[in-house]
């Protein structure tokens, strides 16, 4: 057995930590296009295809070039785009901040824990960095920013998922290896980057990505669970469990570098 001990946890945000997409970063979107006259509205199917890329201004082109096209848009569109994006942030932590969006189930009983049990917390995701502090500030409070030994977010690697660039940049930043360890995903796109950078990895699913392909997942669970409301099981092995916690993540970890 390899010499590691578990020292850290990291947490992708968007459907993870919370189920933002439908509610949340959608309806952020269709807010900013209405602002600019701009004559979209991005139904819940649709998303669903635009969550393909990571990346609201990324995710605004794709759309462009493989779904609305540019008949309806301004000239300019491109040019545009990070002016739009930037009022599609305004939007989306206005809403955050009614409390539109709360924590999925055992996101705070497993972060409290981890804190319990020494464990180092981190944040590797594709979104806005003001979205990671306005999600945290309105649900567990603004001192959980403290929590984070790293929050990497959104334009602070050229690359973002599926590309492994995210998990590096964090792992570096807390002077940690991969199979020191654990990541927390919900997507393809999330794990595939994960595990580009060589991170074992447990899977909690979504409405958007309850059908994705988790191949090499420690387990992929329906969520975290509380005790009075057991995680269902999807793949992989959660040691009889019936919410994730320290031992659990003690075990999965030890099994993962053995
Ligand atoms: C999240 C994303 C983000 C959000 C929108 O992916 O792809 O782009 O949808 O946020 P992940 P921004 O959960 O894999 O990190 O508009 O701020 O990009
Ligand atoms: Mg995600």
Same mark, same amino acid.
């Given at each position: 057995?390899?010499?590691t001990?578990?020292?850290? $946890? ?11 997409e439908? *509610? ?7 807010? %900013? ?9 991005? *139904?819940?199917?649709?998303?669903? +295809? ?5 990346g609201? +201004? ?20 491109? *040019?545009?785009?990070?002016? $739009?994006?930037?009022? &599609?942030?305004? @939007?989306?932590? !206005?809403?955050?901040?009614? #409390? ?15 804190? !319990?049990?020494?464990?180092?917390l %981190? ?6 960095? !003001? ?9 567990? #409070? ?12 959104? *334009?602070?690697v050229?690359a &973002? +998922? ?12 807390? #002077? ?18 994960? /595990?580009? %950078? ?11 990505t /309850? ?11 329906? @969520?975290?669970?509380?005790?009075? /409301? ?8 959660? @040691?009889? @469990? ?7 993540? !003690?075990?999965?970890? %030890?099994?993962?570098?053995?």
């Amino acid at each position: 057995m390899k010499n590691t001990t578990l020292k850290a $946890l990291i947490f992708d945000v968007d459907g993870t930590l919370a189920d933002t997409e439908r *509610d949340g970063h959608r309806v952020a979107f269709n807010a %900013a296009f209405r602002e600019y006259g701009i004559d979209w509205d991005w *139904d819940v199917e649709l998303y669903g +295809k635009l969550l393909a890329v990571t990346g609201g +201004k990324e995710r605004m082109r794709f759309c462009v070039s493989n779904f609305l096209g540019n008949d309806n848009l301004p000239d300019n569109f491109d *040019d545009l785009i990070p002016e $739009l994006h930037a009022a &599609k942030t305004r @939007h989306y932590t !206005e809403l955050l901040a009614t #409390g539109a969006i709360p924590l999925r189930p055992g996101v705070e009983r497993l972060l409290h824990e981890a804190r !319990e049990n020494g464990l180092r917390l %981190a944040v590797a995701t594709t979104t806005t960095p !003001e979205n990671v502090t306005a999600l945290f500030s309105h649900t567990l #409070g603004e001192e959980s920013l403290g929590w984070f030994d790293i929050i990497a977010a959104g *334009d602070v690697v050229p690359a &973002k +998922k599926p590309a492994g660039d995210i998990y590096n940049y964090a792992l570096e930043a807390m #002077g940690l290896r991969p199979e020191e360890c654990l990541a927390f995903e919900d997507s393809r796109n999330g794990i595939l980057s994960s /595990q580009d %950078a060589g991170l074992t990895t447990l899977i909690t699913v979504n409405g958007y990505t /309850q059908d994705d392909d988790f191949s090499g997942a420690a387990v992929v669970l329906d @969520h975290l669970g509380e005790p009075a /409301q057991p995680f269902n099981v999807l793949a992989g092995d959660a @040691h009889g @469990h019936s919410m994730v916690n320290c031992e659990l993540l !003690e075990k999965i970890h %030890a099994k993962n570098n053995a």
